[in-house]
């Protein structure tokens, strides 16, 4: 992964929720596309664009695909951009 793609997945409010709710805990597709309201198209656009940087992998459970976050660490990445953007806010 290089770092131009991983700042190009992140900057996306739809793909950061996506990221911030599979960090709790694996989900499903389906699960997803009922707590954010999006259609399913849209959802997989996003889920596929992070798939294809290696942010998260889809795993097989029969029907239905897990989503996985691969590496916890960027969940840290986008709490620290979170914290500078406030920062940021307040000068």
């Given amino acids: 992964m290089n770092v ?9 409010k739809w793909r950061i929720e996506i990221l911030k709710q599979v ?5 499903c597709i389906c699960e997803l596309e009922a707590l954010n309201h999006i259609d399913k ?3 997989s656009r996003h889920i596929s ?19 996985v976050l691969k590496d916890p660490r960027v969940m ?3 709490q620290l951009a979170e ?5 940021t806010k307040e000068v």
């Fill in 41 to 43: 198209t849209t959802l």
């Fill in 76 to 78: 840290e990445l986008i």
């Fill in 23 to 27: 960090a709790k805990q694996d989900m």
């Fill in 49 to 67: 664009l992070l798939e294809n940087v290696g942010i998260v992998e889809l795993k097989r459970e029969g029907q239905r695909k897990r989503i």
């Fill in 83 to 87: 914290q500078i953007a406030e920062k």
């Fill in 4 to 12: 131009e793609k991983l700042f190009k997945a992140l900057a996306c």
